[in-house]
């Protein structure tokens, strides 16, 4: 009866233990599939930080980058320029500078209830030593600069959690 005991006991522990394994290795992505032309594994991660605000992490190969959506109540004509910047600031105080690498046009939208919309989309190119600053010192503000215009938004120990997951997954 106690072999028998002891060994229930090593296999529940050790189904308890992989279960643990496989939910912390768990990532969602919105897609992760091959390229059809090249064959290299393309994968990303996207979500809201507020209702005006969506990131994420993109992954084409071996090359890294940054989704940025950003959303404004009205009608705004001003691009993004090439060369605008993406500032985010991490846990420990350092900056990261993220410049847009071409112009992007504005799209205007009619949200239901609530009126036109201005939404600007973008990626940042990244490399791994910068996806890394994020796992370590999570970002704790992020700035865009839209020509002459910047808008800003903190962020939240919650959202801090799910950027860290995020950038840790896309560089699986």
Not at 140 to 156: A, C, M, P, V
Request: glycine share 6%; aromatic share 12%; proline share 3%.
């Amino acid at each position: 009866m106690k072999k028998i005991t002891k060994i229930l006991s090593l296999g529940i522990l050790f189904l308890f233990a992989f279960s643990l394994q496989l939910s912390a290795q768990q990532c969602k992505y919105n897609y992760d599939k091959k390229d059809p032309l090249t064959g290299e594994d393309t994968k990303g991660i996207r979500f809201s930080l507020k209702i005006f605000w969506s990131i994420g992490f993109n992954k084409n190969g071996n090359t890294y980058s940054l989704f940025m959506e950003h959303c404004n109540r009205g009608v705004l004509v001003e691009p993004l320029y090439k060369g605008d910047q993406l500032i985010i600031k991490l846990l420990n105080g350092e900056i990261i500078t993220l410049s847009a690498p071409e112009d992007i046009a504005p799209s205007i939208r009619y949200l239901w209830a609530a009126g036109d919309h201005t939404f600007y989309t973008g990626e940042y190119g990244l490399d791994v030593v910068t996806l890394q600053k994020i796992i370590d010192n999570p970002p704790t503000y992020i700035r865009i600069n839209i020509g002459k215009k910047f808008f800003d938004q903190e962020i939240l120990e919650k959202e801090r959690k799910q950027i860290v997951k995020a950038a840790k997954c896309i560089l699986q």
